[in-house]
């Protein structure tokens, strides 16, 4: 697989399921957040719902996940490189992320760049606290954090 190839299947789901293109609502956590976030350079999304979202250096794009994709994300500032600017330029949707007060994956760095170039005005940020990256094997077990989450995502969705 590859970050591409994981983005022509969701283009081919949306497809295959004659989706509303003007009133979509996408949810991706961890690297399909950053797939996600890429079909807002396709689609004029209207909801973007991302947990943990990743980011990515360009040059990583096409590569297959193997030694090869590796070696770019261990090279020194490679996440620097990301296209998550370009990929939100013109994303005007409202916007909601979870994240994970104790993720050992996704670097402040990457929240940063998410948070800067998201609508201020329509986006919504809510730190999970005490919480590793893998955020719904963590929330499956926590009731009340899980309510909370449905109840943000509902209160979001009415505003949205």
């Known amino acids: 697989s590859s970050l591409i190839k994981r ?5 081919g789901i949306i497809e295959h399921f004659n989706m509303d293109i003007n009133n979509l609502t996408v949810i991706g956590t961890s690297m399909g ?28 794009w096409n590569v297959p996940f193997d030694e090869r994709f590796t070696s770019i994300l261990r090279r020194d500032l490679s996440l620097l490189k990301s296209n998550i600017k370009e990929l939100l330029a013109d994303f005007h ?20 760049m998410y948070q800067s170039v998201l609508n201020k ?7 999970i606290s005490d919480c590793p990256h893998p955020i719904h094997r963590w ?3 926590k009731e009340n954090e899980k309510d909370r989450i449905k109840e ?9």
């Open 152 to 160: 943000e995502i509902r209160k979001f969705m009415s505003f949205a």
């Open 139 to 141: 929330v499956a077990e």
């Open 33 to 60: 957040g950053y797939i996600a976030t890429s079909l807002a350079k396709v689609f004029d999304i209207k909801n973007l719902i991302l947990f943990c979202p990743a980011a990515y250096d360009i040059k990583a």
């Open 7 to 11: 983005q022509n299947e969701a283009l």
């Open 121 to 127: 005005e329509s986006n919504f940020t809510h730190i």
């Open 93 to 112: 949707g409202k916007s909601i992320l979870f994240l994970a007060e104790k993720d050992e994956i996704i670097q402040p760095i990457i929240v940063e």
